[in-house]
Structure formats: C-alpha cells, structure tokens
C-alpha cells in the first residue's frame, strides 16, 4: 500500500480537484467556447439558426493566410529545433563536466525568469541597424556605413525572432534534460561502453532514448509557445506577411468591429494548429516505437 | 488497565477481504510480536488498530475503551513505521517532541521528557542534531524515541529493523528490548522474520492466510506448532504420519494414523547401525542431498522412494549416496493436536 | 579546465542582453556610431522615479499585485488538485492530465479573445479580477502541474506518523505537509508569479487598455522611441523576478527552478 497507486474516495477527489478543474473548465474550455460562438456569429438572439463559417472563409481565403501560417510555423520550428539541438549538446556538457557547479546552474536560471518583451528589446538595441552590433563592426571599419550592416531586425527571415527565442528557451529544454542525465549518471553510458558501443552509438541508443521523453516533452511546450507568442514577433517581425498571433491581434483590435469575429476565428486556428500537431506527433511517436523504432 | 484487545477484527482492502475474525488481547506490560509472511496484512493490522484504517467489522479497546470511533490523533496508542519518517524539517529533539507539542505540554516537562527518552535510547546529547545528519540506526532510534515518549498505552512497531544491516539489527533488537523492560511500555511489534519474534517477544501470534494459526510463547509455536503449516513456516519440513512405511519399521509409533514433526536439528543420524542406543528404533536412509549453511549442514536423507527427512547437524562426516541410519527421539517427536 | 570554458560560454551568452539595457539606462547622449554613449546621465532613470514616477510606480504596483493575486489563488486551488493528481490513482486521471495540458499548449490570445465580450457583459472587463481570471487560465495549469510532480515524490506516511503522534488532521496538512512541500510551492509560486508578470496581450485584451501593468507601460515606451527609458523600465521590468531568483537559489539549492519558463 505504499507507492503509487493509492486509492482516494470520490468524495476527496471530487473535493481536492474540484474547485481547480471548475475554474479552467470555465475559463479554458468557456473562453475557447464562447470564441468559437463568436466566430460562427451564434448568439443567444439568433441562436443556431445564424451560424455561418464565413469568418473563417474570410481567413483562409485571405491571400495573406499562407504566407502568414508559413512564417508562423518557421519561427516555431526553426526556433525549437535550434534550441533543442543546442540544448542536448548544453546539457550533456553541463552534466559531464559541471554537473553540481552551482554557478552554472544559477546563471542558466537567469533567462528563465525574464520576460520575452524585455529580451525582445534588447535584442532590438543590439542587433537593429543602429544596434551595438552594428556600431561595433563600424567602430572597427568591418562596415562602412549603417546600412552596410545586414539586416537582423524586422528582416526576411526573423534572425531576431529565433535568437530571442533561443535564448529565452534552452535554458528551459536544458533544464527539463538535466533533470533526466542527472539521476541517470553515467553507468548506463558505461554498460554501453564494454558492449562496444562508440561514442556516437552511444548516444544514440542509450542518451538519446533515456532523454527523449523529456525532450520531446519540452520541445512540444516550446513549438505550442512560439507558434502562439505575440510579443516578440510583433516587436521584432516585419510588417508583412505578419505572424499569425499578430494578424489575429490586429484584426480582433481593428477600428473595424466586423473584423473581430476574425480576429478570433484566427485565434482559434492557432489554437487547433497547436493541438492537432502536437496530437499528431504524438501518434507518430507511438506509431514508431510499436514499429520498433527507437526514439 | 494498559492492554489492547481486538475482538473479531475484520479488515477489507476493496473487495478483498485481508484479516477475518481476528481476537487478540496484549497484556499490560507485555511485548507481543505479530509474526506472518509478507503481505501477510500484518500492517494493515497495525494501522487499523492506530486508527488510520477503517476496519470492515469487530471492535479495537485500548485500555478497555472501545476506540472504533475514534480518530487516530485521539487514540492511546502510537505506530511507528518501517522507515523512520523523520520531519526533515525539524531537528532530533523537535522530532521526539512533536507528539509531546500536539498534547500541549509545558515546554520545561517537555524537555525533561524528551531528555530522559533520549538517554534510554543511547542518543544523549543529539538534541539539536539534523535528520540528515544521523545514521540510519539513529534515525531508527529516534523514531522508537518519539513513540515511547508519549507513553502510549500500546506501542505499535511495524518492522523496525528491517531497514537496519545485521550488525545494527541485533543491536537495535537489544535495544527495544531493554527500553521495553525500562520503560515497561506495551509493544505490538510486527515481523517477518522468525527469529526477531522468538528473541524479543513474550509471545508470538503467527499471521497466517488472515487469521491468526497460533498464539504462544516462542517456545510453544517453535517446538509445538499447531499444525503442519506453523512447523514450516518455522523451517520445519519433517512431517510425517504414523502410517508411513519407514515409521513403521522403526516401530516406536503409535498405531493410529497421526501426523507428527521433528526439528530437523533433534533427529540423531549415525553411520553405523550399531551406534545408537536403541539400534531397533533406528531406521536405514542414504544421504540425497547436502547444503553446507556455515553452522550447520543440511542433509537429505531419504528413506524411502518418496520419503526424504531433513536433518541439521554440525560437521558431518557423511557424503552423498552414503548409507545412513536415522533415530527420532521420542521425547522430541511432536504430534499435531 | 573545459568546465571553466563551459562557464565562460554559459555566462557571455547570457548576460550579453543585458549590456544594452544596462548602457542605454544610463545614455544621455549615444549617437551612431559611438561604441559607447558619448554622455552619461540619470535622466532615464529620474524620468522613471519621477516625471512619470506615478506611471511607472503605478504599473509595477498593479503588476505586482496581479501576479501576486494569481498565485495565491493559484496556489490555494492548485496544491489540492496537484495532491490529487501525484498522489492518488483514479478513473479518468489520465484524462484530466491530457485536458490540463490544453491551457499550457494553447495561448492566451486564443481564450482571451473569446472570454472578452463575456467578460463586458459580466462586467468582468477592465476590471483587476477579470484579470486574475484570464491569468488564472494558464497559471492554475502550471501550477498543477509543478505541485503533481512534488507530490509524486511525497510519502503521505509522513502525515500517518503525525496522526499517530496525536496530530489532528488541520495539523497534519500546517505542520507537516505544507513544511515538506515548502520548496515546490516556491517554485509553482514563483513560477505562476512570473507567468501573470510577463504577460502583455491577455492582459491588453481583457484590461483594455485601462489596467496599465509594466509590460503594457514598457510596450508603449518602446513606440514613443525613448530607448534609455524603455531600457530603465525593462530593467525594473526584470528586476523583482531576479530578486525572486536570487532568493529562492539560497533556498531551493541545486533544486532550482527547473520546469519554468
């Protein structure tokens, strides 16, 4: 009877989770409900008779909409994968050579507890034409003049979209990593070490599976962030084709009250996008391992 | 009058039904040890009685007073777990102190008593110490410390030396023994192993298939058990039947179909049918089967086809397929009632 | 040796953003292409303390006490429901985990915008406890979370030994469990504390714009184009959660604060 498992009576489940699940059942499910009523223009007056998917048409048929999914799902990607990788990399370092350095620890905590705006500013002060950067190399003579400085702020490929980003979220993958390599130790590395397995080999076989929970874990967080941040690329994208959180923003904020129900049509389609990729994800990972694919 | 009584206690974990019918009664004084194999339900008996189970039927007296309805925290008796549990956040003398804070004792009484405990069990001066500072006997000890300082009408110990190497468990068991002849405190200590209950307790009840089989001195259950299980569970697998061909041979049975056992360290063995006494009552074997135990050497000696005795006996001579000849004492012969 | 180095790389990689702040805050006069400010001068600084003292006070009060508000309440319903989730096991328990993850995966933009006109007409808008409710959306599932994985490390036996001591069962859960726990409702505190601190569009959208927090104030001074100010407000902006980190890392020890983000 010790261990998991224990038995509670509904009377105390019912109690203990009662209150907390009321609440987010309301305001989540409530929220995305009553978003969903708004986007189909269901109201109370008209009831079912006025639905319509209009709203959402409008979207998907916006000659923007492509554009601004495609960059949406670049940011996210992009900025998850390059954390993901520079985090592996991050931890097994950490965890190998300054596993109990308090000092490391400390310093890596630091990008947790700042907020993305303020990080986003930054940014904008360092790497904007008139940024430290670009003063730096000019100060120097690596660059003639201001505009000689390439493009990082409100650019093609919002190079500082994914730096913040990146910045911002390895500390957060690394964590959730060490948090597996250190209670692991490295006796299973070692075990793979006299059955011959090469260094690559083993990571692959042994680290890479035993933190891939955890990887996977953060990484989904990650992509489900960035896909539906607003700040950072409102702050530091271009004005066109814009993210679709800002699109969503800007028209659900426009003079224009019929622009609304768009606005949360948009809203809602993050939200799925979101839901439906990290679902299916997911199921190819559990379609994989039953394939016997180790991941 | 300190005691426990237990009438008819039933127990049930979800459908299935753990203890049936249990009656027990511990006198004032005494110390009792609830002997059974594991997942026997011997804790559950335990939290039962400390109140932090509800039993399915019977009733629970501490000190004569029908406790049923009473919550744990009012009851006068306390359990002290298989693991320490010790309040990471409070030090030695906190610890030991946190039933006494609960009554509201006067702080001044309060650290006389905890003082005194501490010196009975052999951790004068680790007031102020840190759980995380002390060994695992220790903490063990402390936790036996921050039972008995509440004076419990029953002190209910569930396995608490089984976290403890054998160096420490003898010494541990040493301890609780003589705190419980200081202290005069009733204990209701639960075991798995044997030889734990016969050394500490005044009495042992076997916990066997939910009930109890047999209660009695350590003597009694080792040397008489009730039935065939009891004898096994105690290592005893020699149990024969008046009937069976080899006892006939020997011809000092009784005639009537009866089941009977004997320790397999009483059976004599010889190699020569001259050497013992009574050389009609011996009977011939060959040796199967030798298991070197350090002490002692465990030999099969099977007498028949189907018949094999085991018997313990120091440095034997013997080696496998030797013929051998086997005498069971008659006064150490124990027929099951 | 490569520890060292690692530290090295560890430490320039993140403390490089705060060199623009920490420079631009101090700026009187910085034009391009100077290295460094050509003027140094505090009027950013009085600016923030003074001038639009009031302002910025005022939006690090509000700030403050939202956060603050949504941590209690998250707390007070999250430890029950997180005790439930790490410590028992029930019908339905895998489900609820996989709809507690929703908000944590879903942004606010999503479910803020559909709550705001219900929120108009619940007089809810514009309002400090309308926003303690759309924060509470995403900082009630985090802290779910982080207190389910305190108490799936958590021995309840602890709190039968203090029964059987003669604890009664309020007792238990002051003396006994919240002591044990202590150091993961920090973290879920400062956890849910930085996520209502940081958050700009759900507390734009419901707020409407009347509920003037840091990260609404720092967004607005970015536009005016003022960057010593902007960079003084941003470092104010970090200021108590750096604090917080400071604080929690003599606390917590090598625990830290894992899991936050």
């Known amino acids: 009877m010790s261990g998991p498992g224990r038995k509670a009576s509904l009377h105390q489940l019912v109690y203990l989770l009662g209150p907390a699940l009321t609440i987010i059942l309301l305001l989540f499910g409530g929220g995305l409900l009553l978003g969903l009523f708004q986007a189909l223009d269901v109201s109370s007056a008209t009831g079912m008779k006025s639905i319509t998917f209009d709203h959402f048409r409008t979207v998907f048929t916006d000659p923007d909409f492509a554009g601004s999914i495609a960059l949406t799902l670049y940011i996210s990607l992009t900025s998850t994968l390059l954390a993901a990788s520079i985090s592996i990399v991050l931890a097994l370092a950490i965890a190998h050579w300054a596993a109990n350095n308090r000092i490391v620890n400390f310093i890596l905590q630091i990008p947790l507890t700042v907020p993305h705006l303020v990080i986003a500013i930054s940014f904008l002060l360092l790497l904007s034409p008139g940024g430290i950067f670009s003063r730096f190399f000019s100060f120097f003579g690596m660059i003639p003049s201001p505009s000689a400085f390439p493009l990082l702020v409100n650019d093609d490929y919002g190079v500082s979209i994914l730096v913040v980003y990146v910045w911002k979220e390895i500390p957060f993958i690394t964590f959730m990593l060490l948090s597996v390599l250190k209670n692991l130790g490295p006796e299973l590395s070692e075990v793979g070490a006299t059955l011959n397995g090469s260094r690559l ?12 929970p955890s990887l996977g874990a953060a990484c989904l967080i990650v992509f489900a962030f960035t896909f539906g941040a607003f700040e950072v690329p409102y702050l530091l994208g271009k004005t066109y084709p814009v993210s679709l959180p800002v699109w969503a923003y800007k028209n659900y904020s426009d003079i224009d009250l019929l622009a609304r129900p768009e606005g949360i049509a948009i809203g809602l389609i993050i939200a799925a996008t979101i839901t439906v990729s990290i679902t299916l994800s997911q199921v190819l990972i559990q379609f994989a391992r039953k394939r016997g694919v180790i991941i | 009058m300190r005691q426990l009584e237990l009438r008819n206690l039933t127990i049930r974990y979800g459908e299935t ?33 400390a109140g932090l189970l509800q039993p399915a039927g019977g009733q629970i007296f501490i000190n004569s007073i029908s406790v049923n309805h009473l919550p744990a925290e009012k009851r006068d008796a306390v359990l002290i777990f298989q693991k320490p549990l010790l309040f990471p956040f409070l030090n030695v003398a906190q610890n030991i102190g946190f039933g006494l804070k609960m009554q509201k004792m006067a ?11 501490l010196e009975i069990t052999e951790l004068a001066g680790l007031n102020s110490r840190k759980i995380h500072q002390l060994s695992g006997g220790q903490q063990q000890r402390v936790a036996l410390a921050r039972g008995l300082v509440l004076e419990p009408a029953i002190l ?66 080792f040397y008489s058990p009730a039935d065939p299980e009891v004898a096994r569970f105690f290592g005893c697998d020699n149990i024969f039947s008046s009937s069976d061909s080899f006892t006939q041979q020997a011809g000092n049975f009784h005639t009537d179909q009866k089941l009977f056992t004997i320790r397999p360290e009483d059976v004599e063995i010889f190699s020569d049918q001259k050497e013992p006494t009574s050389p009609r009552h011996a009977f011939e074997g060959t040796v199967t089967g030798m298991i070197f135990e350090g002490r002692l050497t465990r030999l099969t000696v099977s007498v028949t086809e189907k018949e094999h005795v085991t018997v313990l006996c120091r440095r034997p001579a013997f080696h496998i397929g030797q013929t051998v000849w086997l005498r069971m004492p008659k006064d150490r012969i124990h027929f099951f009632p | 040796m490569r520890g060292k180095t690692l530290l090295l790389c560890v430490l320039v990689s993140v403390t490089l953003p705060f060199l623009p702040l920490l420079l631009w805050s101090v700026a009187d006069k910085w034009f391009y292409p100077a290295l460094f400010p050509q003027a140094f001068g505090t009027r950013a600084w009085s600016y923030v303390f003074t001038t639009a003292g009031s302002q910025i006070l005022d939006g690090l009060f509000t700030s403050f006490s939202l956060a603050l508000m949504t941590t209690i309440v998250s707390l007070l319903l999250g430890v029950p429901a997180g005790r439930a989730l790490g410590l028992y096991d029930f019908p339905g328990k895998k489900l609820t985990m996989l709809f507690l993850t929703l908000p944590i995966i879903v942004p606010p933009l999503s479910v803020s915008m559909g709550l705001h006109l219900w929120f108009i007409r619940l007089e809810l808008a514009e ?23 305190v108490f799936s490390n958590y021995n309840p036996d602890f709190e039968a030994q203090a029964r059987s001591l003669g604890a009664p069962p309020l007792t238990v859960i002051f003396r006994v469990m919240f002591p044990v726990i202590l150091p993961g409702i920090i973290v879920a505190a400062l956890f849910s504390f930085l996520l209502s601190w940081s958050q700009y569009l759900s507390t734009l959208i419901i707020g409407g714009g009347k509920m003037l927090t840091l990260p609404i104030l720092l967004f607005s001074l970015i536009g005016s184009g003022d960057r010593p100010v902007a960079a003084a407000v941003s470092l104010v902006f970090i200021l108590p959660a750096f604090l917080a980190l400071l604080g929690s890392a003599h606390y917590l020890g090598r625990t830290g604060l894992k899991g936050i983000r």
């Open chain 3, 127 to 149: 309002t400090f406890f309308g926003i303690v409710l759309i924060h509470l959306t995403f900082c009630l599932p985090y802290t779910i979370f982080v207190i389910r994985g």
């Open chain 1, 201 to 212: 080999q083993r990571f692959r076989y042994i680290t890479l599976p035993i933190i891939g």
């Open chain 2, 17 to 49: 039904t753990i203890i049936r019918d249990l009656s027990l009664s511990i006198k004032n004084g005494e110390i009792v040890s609830l002997l059974g194999p594991s997942g026997a339900g011997k804790t559950t008996i335990l939290k039962t009685i």
């Open chain 2, 107 to 117: 702080r001044r009484e309060a650290e006389r008593k905890i003082d005194r405990i």
């Open chain 2, 156 to 221: 209910l110990l569930d396995e608490p030396l089984s976290n403890l190497d054998a160096e420490l468990r003898l010494q541990m068991r040493e301890l609780i023994y003589t705190v419980q002849r200081q202290t005069e405190t009733t204990m209701l200590f639960v075991t798995h192993d044997q030889s734990e209950a016969l050394a500490i307790s005044d009495r042992v009840c076997l916990l066997l298939d939910g009930g109890l089989r047999q209660t009695g001195s350590p003597e009694e259950l």
